[in-house]
């Protein structure tokens, strides 16, 4: 895709401060207080040239309204100039309401399922949850036909359980200036470090019974 950005450029360009990239898309969450406010936000969001034709996911709470912008494609699965784009014109829209954004409350989870051959679990997988393939990656891949919950990645094991099976663990991406705090307090609550070589990318890390959360950001990922 012509107009594809890395995370790096995103954060990188102006106008982009509001917005943390996570694992599917650029997120925003600017608070409100009141239900109220939050549906005047929305309602003002109508108005921005190009959004209905690239809508985003608008969660909207009493305390405030989450915002994620994504481009879906055969060849792209992320963030592009069009994004960055509606990203500074839904800002300057929240500034002129008197909101302000919090880049702290940015988090997307998703699955990470692994197995010795990822390709023979994911149709279990797709039947079970009513999920499509991701389009940019339709063997390794599932998403919400609907935009609602979680995506699933596959992984292959470079080694398997001892009998044999699979294991299943969560991603969660959180802002690049929130990832050490939040991994200390993982620790800090009884967790282990697994690995950290991949770090600032992810920590993986375990509860006390040896299920594994990564602790994820964009930075450097292209």
């Known amino acids: 895709m012509d107009d594809a950005m890395t995370p790096d450029e995103f954060h990188a360009a102006n106008g982009s401060g509001d917005w943390r990239v996570l694992a599917e898309g650029a997120q925003a969450t600017f608070r409100t207080g009141s239900l109220a406010a939050s549906a005047r936000f929305v309602a003002a969001l109508a108005g921005v040239d190009g959004l209905e034709a690239h809508r985003p996911a608008i ?9 994620r912008l994504l481009t879906r494609a055969d060849d792209w699965y992320g963030i592009t100039q069009r994004d960055l784009g509606l990203a500074r014109a839904i800002s300057s829209i929240a500034a002129e309401q008197g909101l302000s954004a919090d880049p702290s409350r940015a988090q997307s989870l998703l699955l990470v399922v692994g197995a010795p051959s990822g390709t023979a679990v994911l149709p279990f997988w797709r039947a079970a949850l009513g999920y499509d393939p991701r389009p940019d990656s339709p063997d390794e891949d599932l998403v919400d036909p609907h935009d609602r919950d979680v995506s699933l990645w596959f992984e292959e094991m470079d080694q398997a359980r001892g009998d044999g099976g699979g294991a299943l663990h969560v991603g969660i991406f959180v802002a690049p200036e929130v990832a050490e705090a939040r991994v200390a307090a ?3 609550a009884g ?7 991949r770090a600032p ?10 299920n594994e959360a990564d602790i994820a950001t964009t930075q450097g990922r292209s």
């Open 186 to 188: 993982a620790l800090a």
């Open 59 to 67: 969660d909207v709470r009493a305390e405030g309204v989450t915002i």
């Open 191 to 197: 967790g282990r470090l697994v690995r950290d070589d």
């Open 201 to 210: 990318m992810w920590w993986t890390l375990a509860d006390a019974a040896g």
